[in-house]
């Protein structure tokens, strides 16, 4: 199938058959020992909406599981391609941090039945060069789109994610729009669109570029031409491991976070042993080895107090009040205005 590779794992019994994202087959062995009649066939997809195209031109009946993030799950659960959750089996949910099993029960949730099982996530905010920018500087999304910091001079030394939505959500925190994060979908007003790309355009002289590259982004650190770079925890975590000053921030506002959450497709037959390979990914043991074989955090906080990788830890309380990725309300629109921004 185009835009897929396969892993095949060992064992017998019943095949599972999983469309994902890289990483997931370094647990294979393990889930495979611990449900001693199951067999793992790991696919991975080019993004989220690979896999809901997948499945909805009928792979749901090639594929037990899919698990793309977390905003593109109501889409399958609209399109009928999602089977209810068998809580009797997942018997791991209730370990789940309260803001997932919120974010399930809610985001995932249709008719009273929830389809969907957050698995890994990570959050949205921006890191800097601490040996240039103090520690103690306030931590606001508007360092994003400030000249000067605490002394310091950001001009041309900040990078924005080379993207419309986390960039685009990132200038409607900065402003203060959070009323616009409430519903099922991010809905900024056509005033607070305006506004969000006059801010980009006017502040776009001064930014280094958008950037998301975790691999550009470490060469423009090392070489000094970036203080301040809007992008994904996970990546700024690579970054620290070959850049020591880097530092993520704290932001005083809500972190946009993004969670990856699994469904077993309508079509499956083989629901049963599905939710026992979904239960195992949020389990103690086999989460916390997904978690550091793909430095990544896990859902399951009986995964994450099994996790000794200094960079995935996480602080007491830092899911408080996170925003979770939702779709935007006038998708269209979102990249008409990121491309005249970028044009500008």
Known sequence: MAGLSGCMGGGGGTTVSILTWTGYDGVNDQIEEALEDVTLDVSVADGSANMFSTVNAGGGEEYDIVIPNNEYVPRFIDADLAAPVDMDVMTNFDALYPTFQSAAEGQFADSGDVYGVPVQFGWYAYGYDSSVLPEDHEHSYEVLFSEEIEGVDLTGSITLYDGYYKSIMATGLALGYTEAFEGD???????????IEETLTEFKPNLLGFIHDEETLTQDYQNGNIIVSFANRSTHVG????????????PAEEELTWFEGAIVTAGSENKEAAFQVLNEYISPETGAALSENRNIMNTSQDAMDNIETESLQIEPGVLEGMIPFKPAERDEAWIEMFERVKNA
């Open 185 to 195: 979908t991010v809905s900024f007003t056509d005033e607070q669109l305006t506004t």
């Open 239 to 250: 970054i620290m491991n070959d850049y020591d000053p880097l530092e993520f921030s704290q």
